[in-house]
């Protein structure tokens, strides 16, 4: 029989801290403060200081990280968006709950990430922001994408929910944009026990605005300064956070040494993941790219090899939105959704175990 490469375990994930999460609990029960206590504002210090922002807010999921930096910016109404093609359906669900458009803009066939000679074209009197997805644990460049910001006098928001610690040139994801959006969805390099995101930034006004937005719009219990929302970071997701945050750079060391083996040991006939000077990347996701995807799938499951795809259906074929863009055809976009596969790479796998599905991948005919 087969050995079985699981893709996913978050009992495997977070077994090494699970004594620190028993630890934690503890404090935060016997606190008797469950919401917005000190265990959220400790987070939120110790994270920015990670990112290397002034300000970070602690949200209840990284969907409301993106809609609610999109609000506190006070775009027009009608305003359009943009937003890459190829990216997560969160991020186009973000722009439409703001209350804005997306514009679909193709991505860099070899990195994945939006294409900035691209975007011009898609710049109308209407743009008032770029939503930049660092996709799979790469950022994207940021060094272009906020020349274009400003010379159009255009706002960025980050997507940084798979790019917890990745950097480009000199600045960690984050600390770009007007605003950086974080998810700590459990399978994320930095996932808590359950959803949570967080929002950073270095723009004091925006930061003021977001504490009030994620609670009711309000800072003093029952007076509201703008309409709000309810969505607190938990405090007892804040306490497992702040302990799997000291780990976070160990955890993303051991993630690049299992894509190093990827990249030396993967023969040709696979397209691996670009790696460029100018970025650290975090590799939340190793994704490769085959025109045979899916019997490669099935051959590496034949080998007791579990696999993702990252994604299978992009944005504008997708039921709810297939009315809601005016190109109906997003070619690049359509080869990485039709391509692309997820192969394992968790904290937990060790590095034998990532030979052996380099060789299985190599044993494909």
């Known amino acids: 029989m087969n050995r079985v490469i699981k893709y996913e375990s978050l009992a495997d994930t977070n077994a090494a801290l699970f004594n620190d999460y028993q630890t934690a609990f503890g404090s935060f029960l016997n606190s008797g403060w469950y919401i917005l206590g000190e265990q959220v504002a400790a987070f939120e210090q110790e994270f920015a200081r990670y990112c290397g922002t002034t300000y970070c807010i602690g949200v209840a999921s990284g969907l409301d990280a993106i809609v609610l930096s999109l609000k506190a910016l006070d775009l027009p109404k009608n305003a359009e968006v943009i937003v890459p093609s190829n990216a997560y359906i969160a991020c186009v669900l973000g722009v439409i709950n703001a209350g804005f458009k997306p514009i679909l803009v193709e991505p860099d066939i070899h990195t994945y990430n939006i294409d900035p000679a691209k975007i011009e074209a898609h710049i109308s009197n209407k743009t008032k922001a770029i939503l930049a997805v660092h996709l799979y644990g790469k950022m994207c460049d940021m060094t272009n994408i906020t020349l274009i910001a400003q010379k159009y006098d255009l706002k960025v928001v980050e997507d940084c929910a798979q790019a917890h610690g990745a950097q480009h040139r000199d600045k960690k994801s984050g600390n770009w944009g007007n605003a950086g959006a974080f998810s700590f969805y459990p399978t994320k390099n930095l996932g808590a026990l359950g959803d949570g995101g967080a929002i950073t930034t270095n723009d004091g006004a925006l930061a003021e605005k977001l504490f009030y937005l994620r609670n009711y719009g309000s800072k003093i219990k029952y007076e509201n300064k703008y309409i709000g929302y ?31 083996i990827y990249f030396d040991k993967i023969e040709t006939g696979f397209v691996k993941p670009v790696e460029q000077p100018e970025n650290s990347d975090v590799f939340h996701i190793f994704n490769i790219r085959s025109s045979k995807r899916n019997e490669l799938k099935k051959h590496l499951l034949e080998k007791g090899i579990q696999t993702e795809i990252h994604y299978p259906v992009p944005p504008h074929k997708q039921i709810a939105y297939r009315n809601l863009f005016k190109s109906p055809k997003f070619p690049i976009s359509e080869e990485i959704h039709a391509t692309t596969l997820s192969l394992p790479i968790a904290v937990f796998h060790t590095e034998d175990e990532i030979n052996y599905v380099a060789d299985c991948l190599n044993g494909f005919n």
Do not use: P
């Open 230 to 260: 309810n969505s607190r970071l938990d405090e007892v997701q804040a306490a497992f956070l702040r302990k799997k945050l000291l780990k976070l750079d160990e955890i993303n060391k051991h993630k690049r040494k299992l894509a190093r």
